[in-house]
RNA sequence: GGGCGGGUAGCUCAGGUGGCUAGAGCGACAGCCUUACAAGCUGUAGGUCACAGGUUCAAGUCCUGUCCCGCCUACCA
């Protein structure tokens, strides 16, 4: 044991722990249990490679929540899986068959999907060793894949079951359209960009008269596809053109000037080119006044032949280029204006998304929508933090038909048969026998569904359903939905939809969102930013526990929580501080064996600083279940950081050495009681470092220390003992005179080899015992003390310094080392500070509506502390008088 | 346009329902290799809690307004 060694090697620690767990079936959840159920369902990571930062955040905060129900004794659950992720997936692999000179066109869907399949192969293995890095205690036995046989029944079962509701339905709309990806997307999937744009004014001759109408446009190639120009129904400036045509330069087709409310007489020209297959609006407008939708956009963004030749086949831009280089050369472009404006971004490849009219999938998610609201109303789920619940609300509020079917390869294809004769539809688990027409031939429907469609079924399909599981009657509603509020509507939402949808039931009582991973300067980390931290990187230079604790540490409830190196550098200090602690204690005990029987352990506790650390470990057992029972993970992590570092190793294995000088174990071995303790409360935070010290501290057997389970995994959770006050104040009390003189010490130079005598003087006769007898025994641990002497009155030794705490005085003879400047500088300091928290006490006590009005107890208070204050402020002045003459 | 979050020490952040003399980590300065830990120990400095009003006996905390920063959301061509 003295072997260990002094510095905290985690990669020779964490390597050994989490085979042993898996090996001993810890995180095996029971599907039928007496005890309590808790389950999680973690949010799948996409099989697109690495983990990053924000699962790191997210899977410890996990395992924190899981690691510590388990320990309280629950039935928990952790199930682990992964997401096939859609159109992200494929552009990740079109890239790289990119690079090897072929693409997904080439391949052809059955290649490319079995493409795909090899590669989910790869990285989903990838991804579950660094979750295993991680520490992560999910139940493996139950890994899922959002593309799994289970998934494909339960997503077909849900589309039909939905389908059948009447809440699925095919549309012609206008849709947001990836001419790079070729598909549909929803809203959610367009990012809007501020970019900087032009105004492009435009003049539209008005046939049969020589005026000229201006209209103003952003993008000029989309004239192309006009089939109006609408003003509003009241401008006085364009009355009489109501009703006239005009002729479309370029085109030459005389198209109508129409009246339409939703023109804005106030912005650009007030008169409005409409372009109904091209834009939303121009879309509804075209609806109200029956507008031809001329589409001149082919899918992947080139001009078609509805527009005149010379355009067709050019690309947007191109074609933007030469409509406005021809419009100049024609006299119809009255000037371009700088405008800066959002543009529609696909959010995964980064393309100017297209608004399309196209035939399309659709979900009604406004029932389910209402279901969620009022669900979450009646209090079934919480959001936490509390705001998150306006933003879900107002989503929900006003939420619009979900566009599900996608034009893509990677992922489950929709239901949908469509007879050959008749091309009647039919909706069904597998390729239907006959149709109604008496035909038998079929085509299955080429578009697959919209990946969030799976990833909403998540919650109940990787239990089971369809099947009744005893897994869904146990676990489901699973308990908490750990997430970045950044999906709150991507998944969250979906999956609480689909969960009333499908289930009847919301898929979790509580949805914790934290916040995103960001740099110091507050900039969301993000690998194309290139200001990430690498997860495994960190891992191997810190050890995980140094950055699970670094997580944990700055998880607080702000929207976007900066890491910094630093903190994860505290970490680290961190795990050393505990490592040596224990090795400290682990080696005093070679000597000090723990006693067999428990009369010999419990024989005096009645020690001050016995009672004092057992008071102070279960106040923070309770202040830190208090703050992980409400996801307050920095509270949870500071509070045992700051009893672990700075009262147990500052102060109580300093009074502990003592005891020990003395041959007095008793103190050491409360120390390994507290330390087995702290290992259990931090084991959710840092699982390896504590299942280390865990194993080699005496936690079974006879002796009266913690239970005697196999691991510190399925040992039980900490309960607070209760506090002892009195115990409290008594030691604060005696850190007080110590700290005190501690500083007198270091601000007057003494020498640290130098003992000083030390001079109390107190007049309360009882303080005067209680210092008597601990001063004695403690003293020498902190500070070298030649001699103590203590009285009711004491004469100031000349040449001496001194303290203050209340009526209480400290005096130190420094004949000879003392500089009389440098201590009236210190005095000077402490009397001027004094004199203004006198002022406002006092100030507060002479308001008689402060003595009237406020609580008893805060009056009592504040006059017990400007009585301290005075007492101090006049020891002070007088000490400063004589330092003068 | 609507909404949300933030502005507290040099930096990054804590300060649940108003009430101890406003805290932590990191950094800075000074002194220590005190046999668990120099990835450590001891001491010190550093804050008009963005600004202006208001409510209250009492405001970092509640209300109103203003100014910055960030984000979400919306169909202004």
């Not at 905290?8 to 029971?30: L, M």
């Not at 490679?49 to 388990?70: E, V, Y």
């Not at 399909?461 to 709150?488: A, H, N, Q, R």
């Not at 006092?842 to 009592?860: D, G, S």
């Amino acid at each position: 044991m003295a072997s260990l060694p002094k510095i905290y090697d985690p990669q020779e620690i964490e390597g050994k722990w989490y085979q042993f767990w898996q090996n001993n079936g810890f995180f095996h959840a029971e599907a039928t249990s007496d005890k309590p159920p808790y389950a999680i369902v973690i949010p799948p990571p996409n099989i697109t490679g690495s983990l990053h930062i924000g699962h790191a955040l997210d899977n410890t905060l996990q395992d924190c929540l899981i690691r510590w129900k388990r320990m309280q004794g629950y039935n928990v659950l952790w199930m682990p899986g992964t997401d096939h992720a859609g159109i992200m997936t494929e552009l990740i692999m079109e890239r790289r068959l990119a690079d090897e000179g072929t693409s997904r066109i080439a391949l052809g869907r059955e290649k490319f999907v079995e493409q795909m399949w090899e590669w989910k192969e790869e990285t989903s293995d990838y991804i579950v060793s660094q979750l295993q890095k991680l520490g992560c205690s999910c139940d493996w036995d139950r890994e899922r894949f959002t593309f799994d046989e289970g998934f494909v029944t339960a997503v077909k079962t849900a589309f039909l079951h939905l389908y059948n509701q009447g809440l699925i339905y095919r549309d012609t709309y206008m849709v947001n359209w990836c001419p790079n990806c070729n598909t549909v997307l929803s809203n959610l999937e367009i990012e809007p960009i501020e970019i900087d744009g032009n105004f492009y004014h435009i003049r539209y001759p008005v046939i049969d008269s020589d005026v000229m109408l201006e209209i103003a446009t952003t993008r000029p190639e989309t004239m192309l596809g006009d089939t109006a120009v609408a003003v509003h129904p009241d401008d006085e400036r364009y009355q009489h053109l109501i009703g006239k045509k005009v002729l479309l330069p370029l085109c030459d087709r005389k198209i109508p000037i129409i009246a339409d409310d939703y023109v804005d007489t106030e912005f650009g020209t007030g008169a409005l080119k409409v372009t109904p297959a091209h834009d939303v609006n121009d879309y509804e407008i075209g609806l109200r006044h029956d507008l031809e939708q001329r589409t001149v956009f082919t899918q992947d963004g080139h001009i078609n032949e509805n527009a005149p030749k010379k355009y067709v086949n050019l690309s947007r831009w191109d074609c933007r280029k030469m409509v406005v280089e021809d419009l100049k050369k024609e006299g119809f472009l009255v000037k371009i204006v700088p405008h800066r404006h959002a543009v529609g971004h696909h959010d995964r490849c980064n393309t100017v998304v297209e608004p399309a009219i196209s035939p399309q999938w659709f979900m009604n998610v406004r029932p389910l929508a209402e279901r969620a609201i009022e669900a979450t109303k009646k209090g079934e789920i919480t959001f936490i933090p509390e705001r998150e619940t306006t933003r879900f609300f107002h989503w929900m509020e006003n939420i619009e038909p979900w566009p599900i079917s996608r034009q893509r390869w990677w992922g489950h294809r929709l239901p949908i048969w469509y007879c050959n004769a008749c091309d009647a539809v039919t909706v069904a688990m597998d390729t239907p026998q006959q149709c109604e027409c008496g035909a038998t031939d079929f085509h299955q429907d080429e578009d697959v569904l919209d990946t969030w469609f799976s990833s909403g079924l998540w919650p109940f399909s990787t239990m089971g359903w369809p099947e009744e599981t005893d897994e869904l009657k146990t676990f489901y509603p699973t308990s908490v939905l750990v997430t970045g509020w950044d999906i709150l509507f991507f998944w969250v939402a979906r999956m609480i939809m689909l969960g009333l949808g499908c289930m009847d039931e919301v898929p979790f009582r509580k949805v914790y969102l934290h916040g995103l991973v960001a740099d110091e300067k507050g900039q969301k980390m993000s690998k194309s930013k290139g200001n990430s931290i690498d997860p495994l990187e960190t891992i191997a230079t810190y050890g995980t526990d140094a950055f699970r604790f670094a997580l944990a540490n700055t998880s607080t409830p702000i929207p976007y929580v900066p890491l910094l190196e630093s903190q994860i550098e505290a970490g680290k200090r961190f795990t050393n501080k505990i490592w040596n602690a224990a090795r400290f204690i682990l080696m005093n005990l070679e000597k000090f064996p723990v006693p067999a029987e428990n009369a010999e352990m419990t024989e005096g506790q009645e020690l001050l600083e016995i009672q004092w650390i057992q008071s102070r470990l279960s106040h923070t057992i309770k202040t830190a279940t208090d703050a992980i029972e409400n996801f307050r993970f920095y509270e949870m992590a500071q509070t045992l950081y700051a009893f672990l570092w700075h009262e147990f190793c500052d102060w109580y294995l300093e009074f502990a050495k003592q005891r020990l000088s003395k041959n007095e174990p008793k103190a050491l071995w409360v120390a390994a009681d507290v330390l087995e303790q702290m290992m259990r409360l931090l084991h959710p935070i840092m699982p390896f470092l504590t299942e280390e010290i865990w194993q080699q501290l005496p936690h079974g057997g006879n002796n009266s220390l913690a239970n005697d389970n196999a691991s510190v995994t399925v040992a039980p959770w900490p309960e607070p003992i209760g506090e002892n006050p009195t115990a409290e104040a008594t030691m604060t009390n005696i850190m007080e005179v110590i700290e005190n003189i501690r500083s007198i010490r270091g601000e007057l130079n003494v020498p640290i080899g130098a003992s000083v005598e030390v001079h109390i003087q107190s007049p309360n006769a009882e303080d005067r015992k209680r210092l008597e007898t601990y001063l004695e025994q403690y003293l020498p641990a902190f500070t070298r003390v030649s001699n103590i002497t203590i009285a009711e009155s004491l004469p100031k030794p000349s040449a001496s310094a001194e303290a203050v705490i209340g009526d209480l005085a400290i005096y130190i003879p420094l004949a000879g080392v003392i500089d009389f400047e440098a201590e009236k500088v210190r005095l000077t300091k402490r009397h001027d500070q004094t004199v203004k928290d006198v002022a406002a006490a006092q100030k507060t006590l002479e308001n008689p509506n402060f003595i009237e009005r406020a609580p008893e107890k805060v009056v009592a208070q504040k006059r017990e502390l400007l009585e301290r204050l005075l007492v101090e402020q006049e020891k002070l002045a007088r000490s400063l008088t004589m330092l003068s003459s």
